[in-house]
């Protein structure tokens, strides 16, 4: 069984930065990538960005590019979102997950394809 635990979130003024971090532990996994997802209020969940485990290529969603940066710590099996320039539509419920299945090409940006799931940090952005 693998564990997600999830931190940093908050409210923070429009403009402002704030960093979120999400350690995998657990018994003996393999992790091909990790990535992070969001969901507003009413609204479905929704791609963030993801990291290849091996290499660190990422993806991007386009709302979140020149803003947020994914990165990882692979000692500690942790992934990092830096999220600058907030907007308030960023506020939402943000989740990280794990994706343990080796494949060719950059990390998943479908939600389907990660097996475990963190529990969510909320983060609101005021305007």
């Known amino acids: 069984q693998v564990q997600l635990v999830e931190s940093g979130g908050g409210l923070v003024q429009a403009g402002g930065s704030l960093r979120l971090s999400c350690a995998a532990s657990?018994?003996?996994?393999?992790?091909?990538?990790m990535g992070w997802f969001r969901q507003a209020p009413g609204k479905e969940r929704e791609f963030v960005a993801a990291i290849k485990w091996s290499g660190g290529s990422t993806a991007y969603a386009d709302s979140v590019k020149g803003r947020f940066t994914i990165s990882r710590d692979n000692v500690k099996n942790t992934v990092y979102l830096q999220m600058n320039s907030l907007k308030p539509e960023d506020t939402a419920v943000y989740y990280c997950?794990?994706?343990?299945?080796w494949g060719a090409g950059p990390p998943s940006t479908v939600s389907s394809a990660y097996d475990y799931w963190g529990q969510g940090t909320q983060v609101t952005v005021s305007s």
């Open positions: 657990g018994r003996a996994f393999s992790l091909y990538a």
């Open positions: 997950a794990l994706d343990r299945t």
